[in-house]
């Protein structure tokens, strides 16, 4: 980034120990660690807030960003739920043997893909 070699940096460190002296060198270390720390959070706080603003131009505009599609997020075999589809509207036995009929229809698609044709 800087392009400093190791000669530059010792020099480097060498001028802040003559400059400040060795008492108030960890204070300085703090206090610049605590200003690049800052500077860093204030760098986040203006990218998500101009995100923020991108997300409601477009809600506004009526166009919507594939990254705001929820859908998108779900695993694959969730996509495609029905639509009137409502999360625990069948009973955790009747879950479990719809398990156990995809993984079965898994294992036989898998099987066939297996043998040699």
């Known amino acids: ?3 400093l070699s190791w000669i530059e940096l010792m020099f480097v460190a060498v001028l802040a120990i003559i400059v400040v002296g060795p ?6 270390f703090n206090l610049v660690g ?5 500077l860093r959070r204030l ?3 203006i990218t998500g807030s101009i995100r923020q603003l ?3 131009v ?3 505009e009526g166009s919507t960003s594939q990254q705001s599609d929820w859908q998108n997020l779900m695993p694959e075999h969730l996509r495609h ?3 009137d589809f409502v999360p625990g509207s069948i009973p955790a036995e009747q879950h479990q043997q719809r398990r156990a009929q995809r993984e079965a229809f898994i294992k036989s698609q898998e099987k066939k ?5």
């Open 43 to 45: 760098y986040q706080d």
């Open 81 to 83: 739920l029905p639509k």
């Open 113 to 117: 893909n297996i043998q040699p044709d």
């Open 34 to 38: 605590r200003f690049f720390g800052k």
């Open 58 to 60: 477009n809600i506004a």
């Open 1 to 3: 980034m800087f392009d």
């Open 23 to 28: 008492r108030e060198l960890p204070q300085l």
């Open 54 to 56: 991108e997300r409601e």
